[in-house]
């Protein structure tokens, strides 16, 4: 193993030189005060030992398998890869409800923003659980990359009259959606934060529905949720693996500097400039943008440099892990008249990340490495119209620069860290353009420039890019340019051929470029230093671990400072590259004038381009061994996948092989991956993702190697090798994930075509490809290799053949010190005409040695499947073949889609370079293009395709070419198959006419050799034309008189005219036969065209459409199976035995995939076993419903008489329910579809309340059980009777959550349909609807003829008994009953500017219409309609029916909302029969009556007659069909009475009609379809679904009963009685301003959820000191109800301008508040209370007793629909705090009750209430000023007041005697007295 741990350290890179310094640690120790230069010798000489085990081969044996060494690369016939166009997208949301939102009597809306777009519910008024169910949809054309990083966010707002404040909003990308099953999120809840709060955690959840199609994407139901009380925390929206509580996270993006980015300023003012002046040496003032989630930041501007330097790190505050995908850097030119992109990079953070659990994850990280720009071309002109390029849209065409970045993640841990103040407290730089707007991501601000915004300074409720934080980072320690390393890019320019003609008059040039070296138009400023000295460089200055960032950093300096050791050194010579071929003009094309070519036969021009790089090749080196492995496992299963297509049994042991081979490349990496680790881990040299890369990778692999073991040790299962190979598929999905590089080293290499000093068109090669190593394993595939390039043009793509060159480069790239291999690879026979294998003297050009002259054949036979170019919808198609110098066109076909040249191409004298034995092996290339030929104007191109010609050799002998198919490629779409033969003949000496001759016929056309066109053979066709259907207009007239043209080979059967299309549109001669020469080998049988046209006045006919069928196997005649011989009625086999009548109730649907139900109510408890003769017993069946009029007999686990009528009382009966209906079946057939968690039905009732199990009324089982021994008798017409102890359960249907068509293969068992097309077809949105023109109905059966069929041809076609008419109906008209139910529709597109619609139903047959629009449902998408039509129609004229859904409007025409088609025909003649599903029970009448025209025994006599079994023989307690024996009851009692019916036993057989031998098939059973509906001004776009079925009587036939009743039920009126007695513990809001004491004025709000309207108060209690309240005030709501579904019906107007009432369903919750009474100013809001109806906690008896953990410690929950009256005592909630105790009294009665015994409302009659006896502190200051002085004032400061009264006396006493007492003595003196 010591070898290998060698060979595979150098693979990962540069880690040998460790081990050498290891392995003579002595020798390094002893010299350790030697001269520098001993140490680099010892280096080198320790290099130098072990390179050459690097080229031993491997010892080990851990992986021997290596890529076989080929000189060209791998073929790949797409020419041109296909380019992502804008398409539609669709995303649809519905919005059910919030729970737990954060904040006091909130009036909640939801926000939707997507883009610029922006939506929102309606606002819910004082709850903080709103219930909404809005469904939104919002319609996007956009390029997928832009779309998928769209983001969704749902903002939760608080609406008040004059502001909004947000609640809490939650994001996530669209590609996160797009990645889950079905590509949505079903019932799942959103969590709301506050990014600008992080502290506080959750802000509440809301209940959505995301999904996400794009055209032609069938939208997938997916399961709803049914439990009342689910679960929020198990059902977050976040995809699987992701954990339920996410912390937040510090995303950090550092980024540091630029190099390279183009000089010359690309605004449009320098281009002005520049236009007048001349000047080119503006340059950029760049800035980089990041933009993440939604946020946004942007660095300073760095003015004028191409090499800017930031310092700068943008930080992102995101909860982790973030539901968005990628990081979007962005460089940006800061101009006055608007900035512009540079160039754009995405990181994908999956790349960067690891998402597992414990030590096998880690974060994001990344860097400090380069990011590499791409865009458009750097010479960038006015008027470019590649600009998006530099916006990350489409391929760059050039590089732009690079970027030196790091990424990293810090986990907060409980709110901001404190790391994350200390940043804040960073000074940030400052930008003086920090202000403006930056960003130019996609409208989105730049969110406050350079720093200046810190912490979020936009405001987050205004749907822009926040602002991120952007503070100064140091720069990582600067490592100078010792540490970058030259490499050496050589090629070989072979061939340079299609060179088209408009640029070939001026002499042209190729450059080659890598980064900017080797751009003559533009030089980088770094001058590669020379490979020597780069070599020492790296080798002294390893780094020793002292760099913290663990990697390097490229010194952009020329003029870095050398180390001192190399002053030493002898000076050398500064290498100079040759990046360009000479200049020369090309040569026009030998029989072809549109291209040209380079005359480079004899000297082949060489280039060398060197380029400075920081050597990070190990990265390079781990991806190609990846990469090789991948290859190699990718080609083995795709040999397995083309054997398991033929059928060949060794496909699972090769397969196995594969895999087994793959675990030995998987522990070759795993082995050098563990040995990269251990010196990785002591090395600062790697970057962090480095070492995690590693570390996962070999996880990775570990991981599948185990799955690859397991996939080998699989038993053979069913599955068999399909679920091995998509098993295999899977694994190399995992693969390509891994091989991917996120951390670019160096840049791609491009090619260009240069003409008068303009960049004309491009190649694009990775670098990583042409790569050298030294092992094998880690060498590019393309490394040393011949590659075909295709050059396009610049600009945006049009239409047609986009190749401007093909060139045959020789391409290898790797050190300047392994330039020594360079030239090892090329292919023989070439030598340098100059130097040699030595960088500092490459060779100019080779010189070939040898040249052959050859023969080109090109054997042209057919094609099939091409592209309609022509009005018509076919084509005139010709081929253009290219090799090297020549090329040549075949004849033009007309008027075909699969035309057969048969024609062979020469081309003369070609000169092939080299070797033969290397030309015999892998010789050039052959290109074929496939054009429609247009007598005006240019040919348009249809497609093209590369290929390999056979070579032979002078001296071998002959053999000729194999016909083989090649696709062929038109854009992103296929354009055919090519059936082609090239061979490649070398011409001997003696000249031309030794070749093999050719035949040449029709004047200069050379038709292909008949021993190379397939051998024939004489196959019969038979056709049964059967009819057209739906033709449109062509040329403005109707068709009138079609005829149908089947051709194939060369030859055309004629059907018979239709003469009256309209009046009959079958063929009147239904069966005919041709005769073709087909070929022997069926891969090889050429396509067959049906061709409609239309017969008009003077003989004239006119191409009605067409269809091409590329497959004839479907075709294959197939021997039907022998039927049963008819034998007599056989004595009771011995295997036959009964059944035990009573199974234990077992899983139910276990017959479900035979179209039978399981969960149905039983009249008795018997099962129908049926016993099959020769089978095995089948499973149990479910307990089936008999008649209704007929008793059964019962089992010993029933009681007789009256018990067996007993039942349990349910809730519905308690509410009054009503009878058993047929809706009581649908929601009994809901609840199981839900139970069995198969494929859930999507449809409105589910949306309609989220706390429901939708059970039918009157007939679940959830009854409390207190209710458990009350037993009544059942209500309504059908009894329902009931076993003691066992659930009673409905008859129940299958509901199919698809088209029916889809589930029984478009019912094409009797004929098949085929689509005509007429018109161009291309990719422009909605042609194939465009192009369809009608249908053709007919069927084909192919067979080889032998001599038994020549015989009995004649006489077989006289009787008109053919293979392929067999089973056909008669061709006569048919009169038929048909009956439509449309039950409902969902998620319906919005019409209406509101964004609802107003739906009704239109339905057509044929010119029959029923216009239902009168009965049209207001503001709603989801409409239950119940709605049943009945309609005669005549087959075949009348077979289409179409069903729309039409917008009511009130003004104006009505808009389509959406339609389905269906073919009533095809049903009605299937053998399926889905005229009319059979039910799960036979009944008599009631809810599940038998509704078609025969009984199920009748039904069973007429299908054994049909199918040629026999009459189906009846004898008591068995049916005996086809010699197969069926036990089952026949004898029932019915009022003491028995009586025998074969009707159960029937049904039960027809269900298993399937099993029947020979002519057995799946019936269909009863059921509800759902489809989709489509709009043509949105073609493939999902506009809804409407939920219904169809069932067809003919006339012929006894009439059927009347039509079921599925109107939908009327909800049920009801009256709820609330008395608010008391209240306790309320909080005191109040303090009296004089005594400071606290209390509160207390009154009561109540209202139902949705009836906001009719919200009621008590009345106040005035200043209650303690909390508490009497009131005894009486609520009385009327409301609407639905028990089945549990919905409270509200019918409003949603505003005052609208005419009609809207429907809504809702959930039935109570809200009780309680309220502080304030005179002056707004109420204050104290607590609320919200009690769903169904299931809200019994009150407690005392207020004591009343706490707020009654709500989750599992107190006894009542539902007052079954309780009917309730009190006691109920928390009022705050915040999560007890605010106060309610005493309440319900009581529900129905409306008629209410009617019958009315109340009043407060205390008023009838039944009023007693005043409360209130304290007499309970009153009003405003209305009683002196009773509120008595009792606040008087009694608490008695003692005060009579003290200030006193001492206010006495003041006024002594007061009045100072004021007197001067005047009375001074006149007391004066007078004397």
């Not at 051709?1047 to 041709?1074: H, M, W």
């Not at 609520?1675 to 609208?1698: C, D, G, N, Q």
């Amino acid at each position: 193993m010591e070898p290998r741990k060698g060979k595979s350290k150098l693979m990962f890179g540069l880690k040998i030189k460790k081990k050498k310094k290891k392995s003579s640690k002595d020798l390094i120790l002893e010299n350790k005060g030697a001269v520098d230069s001993d140490v680099e010798v010892l280096s080198d000489s320790s290099l130098m030992e072990a390179e050459p085990s690097e080229d031993q081969p491997s010892s080990s044996g851990v992986r021997t398998r290596i890529l076989p060494n080929n000189k060209r690369a791998k073929l790949k016939t797409c020419i041109l890869p296909s380019e992502g166009k804008p398409q539609s997208f669709q995303i649809s949301i519905n919005i059910t409800e919030a729970k737990q939102l954060v904040g006091e009597n909130i009036d909640p809306t939801v926000v939707i923003e997507i883009g610029d777009e922006k939506k929102q519910t309606s606002v819910k008024e004082g709850t903080n659980a709103p219930f909404y169910n809005e469904y939104f949809v919002f319609d996007f054309f956009a390029h997928k990359e832009v779309f998928f990083d769209k983001v969704i966010k749902l903002t939760v707002m608080h609406s008040k009259m004059l502001r909004s404040f947000s609640v809490g909003s939650f994001k996530l990308d669209v590609w996160t959606v797009y990645r889950q099953p079905g590509h949505q999120f079903v019932n799942k809840w959103a969590t709301l934060t506050k990014p600008g709060d992080i502290s506080t955690g959750v802000k509440g959840y809301v209940k959505c529905d995301i999904s996400i199609s794009a055209k032609g994407d069938a939208v997938q139901p997916g399961p709803k949720a049914s439990d009342a009380e689910e679960q929020i925390d198990k059902n977050l929206l976040i995809p699987e693996g992701f954990p339920a509580e996410r912390p937040w996270a510090r995303f950090c993006v550092k980024v540091y500097r630029a190099e390279g980015l183009p000089r010359n300023n690309s605004s449009i003012m320098a281009n002005v400039t520049k236009a007048f002046i001349g000047d080119n040496t503006a340059l950029v003032d760049p800035y980089v943008v990041v933009s993440f989630f939604k946020q946004v930041g942007r660095t300073a501007t760095q003015k004028s440099t191409a090499d800017p330097v930031w310092n700068e790190q943008i930080v992102f505050t995101e909860m982790f892990p973030p539901l968005c995908q990628r990081l979007k850097i962005q460089v940006w030119d800061e101009a006055s008249m608007g900035d512009v992109a540079i160039g754009t990079h995405y990181f994908d953070l999956r790349r960067i990340s690891n998402e597992q659990d414990g030590d096998r994850g880690f974060l994001p990280t990344f860097g400090p490495a380069w990011i590499n720009l791409y865009g458009s071309a750097r010479n960038y002109t006015l008027g470019d119209d590649t600009a998006e390029l530099n916006e990350g849209i489409g391929e760059g065409v050039s590089y732009r620069g690079r970027v030196y970045m790091e990424l990293a993640v810090e986990i907060l841990s409980g709110g901001i860290g404190t790391e994350s103040k200390l940043l804040r407290t960073v000074k940030p730089t400052k930008d003086p353009k920090a202000g403006k707007t930056g960003g130019k991501d996609g409208k989105t601000p730049a969110g406050g420039g350079a720093g200046g915004a810190v912490g979020g300074a936009a405001d987050d409720d205004k749907g822009k890019g926040v602002a991120a934080e952007v503070l100064p980072v140091e720069s990582p320690p600067a490592m100078d340019s010792d540490h970058n390393e030259t490499f050496l890019l050589f090629g070989v320019l072979f061939e340079a051929t299609m060179i088209d003609r408009k640029i070939g008059d001026k002499p042209i040039v190729f450059e080659f470029s890598i980064g900017n070296y080797g751009n003559i138009l533009e030089q980088p400023s770094i001058t590669p230093s020379t490979p020597a000295t780069g070599r020492k460089k790296k080798i002294l200055d390893f780094p020793d671990g002292s760099d913290t960032f663990g990697a390097s950093t490229l010194s952009s300096s020329p003029t870095s400072q050398t180390s001192p050791l190399l002053q030493k050194e002898p000076p050398e010579t500064v290498l100079t590259s040759k990046s360009t071929t000479p200049p020369e003009k090309p040569v026009i094309v030998e029989g072809n004038r549109f291209y040209t070519h380079l005359p480079l036969e004899k000297q082949k021009p060489c280039i060398n381009v060197l380029s400075d790089w920081e050597d990070r090749t190990y990265r390079l080196y781990n991806s190609n061994m990846l990469e090789n492995i991948t290859l190699l496992f990718e080609e083995g299963v795709a040999s397995v996948e083309e054997l398991h297509r033929k059928s060949d049994p060794e496909a699972e042991e090769a397969l196995k092989t594969v895999l087994r081979e793959f675990c030995m490349d998987a522990r070759g990496f795993i082995t050098a991956a563990e040995a990269k680790l251990k010196v990785a881990l002591k090395s600062s040299y790697l970057t962090q993702l480095d070492k995690k890369r590693l570390t996962m990778c070999k996880q990775e692999l570990e991981s599948m190697i185990g799955d690859a073991h397991a996939l080998v040790e699989r038993k053979r299962k069913a599955g068999g090798v399909k679920e091995m190979l998509q098993d295999a598929m899977k694994l190399t999905n995992k693969l390509r994930f891994l091989v991917e590089e996120p951390q670019h080293t160096v840049p791609d290499v491009f090619v260009w075509l240069l003409s008068n000093n303009k960049r004309i068109a491009y190649a694009r090669v990775r670098t990583r490809d042409l790569l050298y190593s030294s092992s094998r394993e880690a060498r590019g595939i393309h490394c040393g290799k011949i590659v075909t390039l295709f050059l396009r043009p610049l600009g945006k793509r049009v239409s047609g053949f986009q190749v401007q060159a093909k060139l045959e480069v020789y391409l290898w790239y790797g050190s300047c010190s392994d330039s020594c291999f360079m030239l090892d690879d090329l292919p023989a026979g070439f030598s340098p005409a100059t130097g040699g294998a030595d960088v500092s003297n490459p060779p100019n050009h080779l010189l070939s040695r040898e040249q052959h002259q050859f023969q080109l054949r090109c054997h042209m036979y057919q094609a099939r499947g091409l592209i309609a170019a022509d009005n018509t919808g076919l084509s005139d198609p010709f081929a253009r073949v290219t090799y090297r110098s020549h090329s040549q066109t075949t004849n033009v076909i007309s008027q075909t889609l699969s035309p057969t040249w048969n024609q062979c191409l020469r081309m003369n004298l070609l000169l092939v370079s080299g070797e033969l034995r290397h030309i015999q092996k892998e010789p050039p290339r052959v290109v074929i293009e496939v054009y429609d030929e247009d007598a005006l104007g240019k040919a348009e191109y249809l497609g093209s395709t590369v290929s390999v010609p056979e070579v032979r050799l002078s001296g071998e002998p002959y053999t000729p070419p194999t016909l083989r198919y090649s696709p062929l490629h038109c854009g992103c779409q296929s354009g055919g198959d090519l059936l082609a033969a090239f061979e490649l003949l070398q011409i001997p000496y003696s000249g031309e006419q030794s070749l093999p001759p050719l035949s040449e016929m029709d004047g200069s056309v050379y038709r292909v050799p008949a021993n190379i066109r397939p051998v024939l053979s004489t196959y019969r066709l038979e056709v049964l034309f059967w009819g057209l259907r739906e033709l449109k207009k062509v040329q403005l007239l109707s068709v009138d008189r079609p005829q149908v043209f089947i051709e194939c080979a060369g030859k055309t059967l004629r059907s018979s005219v239709i003469q009256k299309y309209k009046s009959n549109p079958n063929f009147s001669t239904q069966v005919d036969a041709i005769e073709l020469e087909l070929p022997e080998n069926e891969n090889l049988h050429p396509p067959l065209s049906i061709t409609v046209v239309d017969w008009r006045a003077f003989g004239r006919s006119t191409l009605v459409g067409n269809h091409i069928i590329n497959n004839l196997k479907a075709f294959k005649y197939v021997p039907p199976p022998a039927l049963p011989a008819p034998t007599p009625p056989p004595p009771p086999p011995k295997d036959t035995y009964p059944i035990p009548e009573r199974q234990p109730p077992g899983p139910e649907g276990t017959l479900q995939h035979q179209g039978e139900s399981g969960s149905t109510v039983a009249l008795t408890t018997q099962d129908f076993l049926i016993t099959v003769e020769n089978d095995a017993p089948p499973p149990a069946l479910p307990p089936t419903r008999k008649e209704p009029k007929k008793k059964t007999e019962t089992q010993t686990r029933t009681t007789r008489g009256r018990s067996t009528k007993r039942r349990r009382r349910t809730i519905a009966d308690e509410s009054a329910a009503c009878v058993i209906d047929w809706w009581s079946k649908y929601y009994a057939s809901v609840e199981k579809e839900a139970k069995q968690d198969s494929s859930p039905f999507h449809q409105v009732f589910e949306k309609a309340s989220p706390y429901h199990s939708l059970l039918s009324e009157g007939i679940h089982s959830l009854v409390s059980s207190s209710d458990g021994d009350k037993k009544k008798k059942p209500k309504g017409k059908a009894p329902v009777e009931m076993t003691v102890g066992l659930p009673v359960r409905l008859a129940t249907l299958k509901l199919y959550n698809k088209e029916l068509e889809a589930e029984f293969g478009h019912f094409n068992d009797w004929v098949n349909t085929y689509d005509l097309f007429r018109g161009k077809a291309n990719e422009d949105e909605g042609v194939t609807e465009e192009r369809f023109v009608g249908k053709f109905k007919g069927r084909f059966c192919l067979y080889k003829l032998t001599e038994e069929d020549e015989e009995d041809w004649d006489e077989a076609a006289g009787a008109g008994q053919l293979k392929v008419n067999r089973g056909i109906p008669l061709n006569i008209p048919v009169q038929v009953i048909i009956r439509v139910y449309i039950v409902s529709a969902s998620n319906l597109h919005p019409a209406d500017p509101d964004g609802k619609a107003d739906p009704y139903i239109v339905v057509r047959l044929g010119k029959n219409e029923i216009k239902d629009r009168d009965n049209y449902i207001p503001k709603q998408l989801n409409p239950v309609f119940g709605r049943s039509f009945e309609m005669q129609g005549t087959f075949p004229q009348e077979s289409l029916l179409s069903v729309l859904i039409y917008d009511y409007d009130m003004v104006g025409g009505d808009d389509l909302i959406g339609e389905t088609r269906i073919d009533l025909e095809n049903r009605f003649f299937s053998q399926h029969r889905p005229t009319c599903g059979l039910p799960t029970e036979y009944s008599v009448d009631g809810y599940n009556a038998w509704r078609d025209c025969l009984k199920p025994s009748e039904l069973l006599t007429k299908m054994c007659r049909e199918n040629g079994l026999g009459d189906p023989e009846f004898r008591p307690g068995r049916i005996t069909v086809a010699g197969k024996v069926f036990a089952g009851k026949t004898v029932f009692i019915n009022e003491d009475e028995m009586i025998e019916s074969y009707e159960h036993l029937s049904l039960k057989i027809l269900h298993r009609w399937a099993e029947m031998p020979a002519v057995g098939c799946k019936l269909v059973p009863e059921h509800i379809e759902t489809r989709t509906l489509f709009n043509k001004t949105r073609p493939g776009m999902d506009q809804g679904q409407v939920q219904m079925w169809v069932d067809m009587f003919p006339t012929d036939l006894p009439h059927p009963g009347p039509s079921v009743d599925i109107s939908p039920r009327k909800p049920k009126g009801y009256e709820l009685r609330i008395i608010i007695w008391n209240t306790e513990d309320v909080i005191l809001e109040d303090s009296s301003f004089l005594t400071g004491q606290q209390s509160s004025d207390i009154y009561v709000k109540g209202w139902l959820k949705g009836l906001e309207d009719d919200r009621q108060e008590t009345d106040v209690h005035y200043n209650s000191l303690t909390g508490e309240g009497n009131f005894n005030w009486r609520f009385v709501f009327p409301f609407h109800y639905l028990p089945a579904e549990k919905v409270l019906v509200v019918k409003k107007r949603e505003s005052i301008f609208s005419l009609d009432k809207t429907e809504q369903k809702l959930p039935s919750i109570l809200i009780l508040q309680v309220w502080d009474f304030e005179t002056l100013s707004s109420d204050d809001f104290l607590g609320t209370v919200e009690l769903d109806l169904h299931g809200f906690p019994r009150g407690a008896k005392t207020a004591k007793s009343c706490k707020a953990e009654m709500w989750s410690d599992g107190t006894e929950r009542i539902s007052i629909f079954q309780q009917k009256r309730a009190r006691g005592w109920w928390p009022f909630d705050k915040g999560g705090e007890l605010t106060g105790k309610v005493e309440a009294e319900f009581h529900l009665v129905t409306a008629e009750e209410a009617e019958k015994n009315p109340v009043g409302k407060a205390r008023k009659e009838p039944e009023p209430l007693p005043k409360p006896n209130r304290p007499d502190t309970s009153f009003s200051w405003f209305v009683n000023p002196f009773k509120c002085f008595f009792h606040l004032i008087w009694r608490n400061y008695k003692k005060y007041i009579i003290i200030a009264l006193v001492l206010l006396i006495l003041a006024l006493f002594l007061a009045l005697l100072f004021y007197t007492l001067p005047g009375a003595l001074s006149q007391k003196i004066v007078n004397g007295k």
